[in-house]
């Protein structure tokens, strides 16, 4: 078996999932991680979990003054990877991009970077076999798989004519204090469309999709209300039965307490999952409501993990290590514990 050597460049909220995801593949290994600040996370990242940390070559003393083991530079860790994922803060990829083409490692890009940073932009249930053998691949960001997973779920199944949705977005993730408090609702932006459809379209540049967004004060996750007209109609136990059996979806009952974001979160800590993590898209099963052609349902998007299962896929992309989706959707989704239920 082919095994992969990954390098993550950024140990921040994606970067942490990522690599940890990375270290349950049989097909990868976590060369390291890199972070430019003496910080907890550097000790959780050298003395709890065993990563090799990498630092820029002008703060290794800075780290070892700290008491935090460092490995070698970022440099040094490029050199050693088959591929780096890029989880550096929005922007900074764009510049990293220049040393992996300097070091000739191709490289996966976050959603916070312009999509012409990378040769595609991704999405595993939309384009996977398109992003095979790519260099540089860009995973779109966390609103944006959540709505090209239910999106390309229902146009293989319907086909699609148009997409309307609105955003109500978290303000920010829960470690963030510096973006709080916040006491409104902001228009995100107050011109529309909002960028997440924008996004949508270079994954599905066909898509007739519009978006609006808005910023309410809490960190647990986004919601989405989605309306969408298909290509055909269809029946609401259709539409349910697609939702129940695309992988990476989940349906959950409001009759059964779930009722909100927060009861997911809790729910989430219930079963045992790591930082809460929610990798699945969920969808409300009360919600989804069907009239002939046109089709309305709300669903939940975990922000700081929804996109870490097709950063993993995005790796068997570049390397040709799965030829379909579903091989890899295999893989990655056992791996991680996903499931079709919470």
């Known amino acids: 078996m082919t095994v992969v050597n990954?390098?993550?460049?950024?140990?921040?909220?994606?970067?942490?999932?990522v690599a940890e995801a990375v270290t349950r593949q049989p097909d990868m290994r976590l060369i390291g991680v890199s972070k430019t600040r003496p910080d907890y996370s550097a000790v959780?990242?050298?003395?709890?979990?065993?990563?090799?940390?990498?630092?820029?070559?002008?703060?290794i003393e800075e780290f070892e003054k700290a008491g935090i083991k460092v490995a070698g530079t970022i440099e040094e860790m490029i050199e050693k990877a088959d591929v780096i994922v890029d989880a550096t803060p929005g922007g900074k990829g764009a510049e990293y991009k220049k040393l992996y083409v300097e070091k000739g490692k191709p490289a996966i890009f976050q959603g916070g970077e312009k999509a012409d940073v990378a040769d595609?932009?991704?999405?595993?249930?939309?384009?996977?076999?398109?992003?095979?053998?790519?260099?540089?691949i860009r995973v779109v960001?966390?609103?944006?798989?959540?709505?090209?997973r239910a999106l390309c779920t229902l146009r293989k199944a319907f086909g699609l004519k148009w997409v309307r949705a609105t955003i109500v977005r978290r303000a920010a993730d829960p470690k963030e204090v510096?973006?709080?408090?916040?006491?409104?609702?902001?228009?995100?932006?107050?011109?529309?469309p909002s960028h997440h459809g924008v996004d949508v379209k270079t994954v599905v540049p066909d898509l007739d999709i519009m978006t609006a967004a808005v910023v309410v004060p809490t960190t647990l996750m986004h919601v989405h209300v989605v309306y969408a007209k298909l290509a055909r109609s269809a029946t609401r136990e259709?539409?349910?039965?697609?939702?129940?059996?695309?992988?990476?979806?989940?349906?959950?009952?409001?009759?059964l307490g779930l009722k909100s974001t927060a009861d997911l979160v809790e729910l989430a800590r219930d079963l045992g999952r790591r930082r809460y993590d929610i990798p699945e898209l969920v969808i409300w099963r009360e919600s989804i409501t069907v009239n002939g052609d046109e089709i309305v349902w709300i669903q939940a998007v975990h922000q700081e993990s929804i996109v870490v299962p097709e950063n993993i896929d995005a790796i068997r992309a570049i390397f040709k290590l799965a030829k379909k989706a579903e091989d890899t959707i295999?893989?990655?989704?056992?791996?991680?514990?996903?499931?079709k239920f919470l």
Not at 141 to 148: A, I
Not at 178 to 192: F, M, Q, S, T
């Open 44 to 59: 959780v990242a050298t003395r709890i979990l065993g990563y090799n940390l990498y630092v820029p070559a002008d703060k």
């Open 141 to 148: 960001s966390c609103n944006t798989t959540g709505l090209l």
């Open 178 to 192: 510096k973006r709080g408090p916040v006491n409104a609702i902001v228009p995100d932006p107050a011109k529309l």
């Open 238 to 255: 259709e539409v349910i039965r697609v939702f129940e059996e695309a992988p990476r979806i989940i349906l959950v009952d409001a009759s």
């Open 120 to 136: 595609i932009s991704f999405s595993t249930l939309c384009n996977y076999e398109e992003a095979l053998g790519k260099r540089y």
């Open 330 to 339: 295999r893989v990655t989704d056992e791996t991680l514990g996903l499931k």
């Open 6 to 17: 990954v390098a993550i460049n950024g140990f921040g909220t994606i970067g942490k999932r």
